[in-house]
């Protein structure tokens, strides 16, 4: 998951081990599971495998030679990653919570022969990725700390949350280290920005990972 506007967020179905891969014999579907703070793989080494999440958070990073880390991407149920960069991953990637991804040769993103279907889909889901980097490059770069965490919160209501009649209810795995990562923050200014939202009402805070938004009509405006 990349910051993207909140009316282009769109995810693939996400699978399961039951069927829902259309084209692929059931039987030969492999799954992995994670535990929380296990890698998945790590920056450099060869791309044989991306994955497809069905289950739990994974987060991308890449820590810069000074020590200073960047969190790339968060990867949801129906997100891809491990998509190869000359070959290679590009970032690491670890699990946030306990998870399971759907395990596809790097081979069906490169030809159709084996399984035009999820050719295509692996193709999508890669276009998908680029345009969502670009709205998540313009994020870091033009928007204030109020825009960028409102963003944040929109993009995760849109992908995870559910109504609580007028108003949406939504958990993150991450902690505010992690936010700060992604939108190129530090911890204290997430955490007054979270304060600022919640006095405005826009947000109310159940605790430090679940959050109810309030007026998403406004959550949205900011965001823009």
Do not use: W
């Amino acid at each position: 998951m990349y910051i993207s506007n909140a009316s282009d967020v769109e995810t693939l179905p996400a699978p399961t081990t039951c069927g829902a891969l259309r084209g692929q014999n059931v039987n030969a579907v492999q799954t992995r599971a994670l535990k929380a703070s296990q890698n998945l793989f790590r920056e450099g080494d060869e791309v044989r495998h991306i994955y497809e999440v069905t289950h739990g958070v994974l987060r991308l990073t890449k820590v810069l030679e000074d020590g200073r880390r960047q969190v790339i991407a968060f990867g949801y149920p129906g997100d891809i990653v491990g998509f190869p960069q000359d070959g290679l991953y590009h970032a690491e990637c670890d699990a946030l919570s306990t998870a399971e991804v759907v395990v596809h040769s790097v081979t069906d993103l490169v030809s159709g022969d084996r399984n035009p279907e999820l050719h295509r889909r692996l193709v999508q889901a890669a276009l998908r990725e680029i345009g969502s980097m670009q709205d998540h490059f313009m994020m870091l770069g033009r928007k204030s700390a109020r825009e960028k965490t409102a963003s944040f919160l929109s993009v995760l209501m849109e992908r995870t949350g559910t109504s609580l009649g007028a108003y949406t209810h939504f958990e993150f795995p991450m902690n505010r280290a992690d936010i700060a990562d992604f939108l190129g923050l530090t911890v204290e200014t997430v955490s007054r920005t979270m304060t600022m939202l919640r006095k405005s009402k826009l947000i109310t805070l159940e605790n430090s990972k679940s959050v109810i938004v309030l007026d998403q009509k406004a959550l949205h405006d900011m965001a823009a």
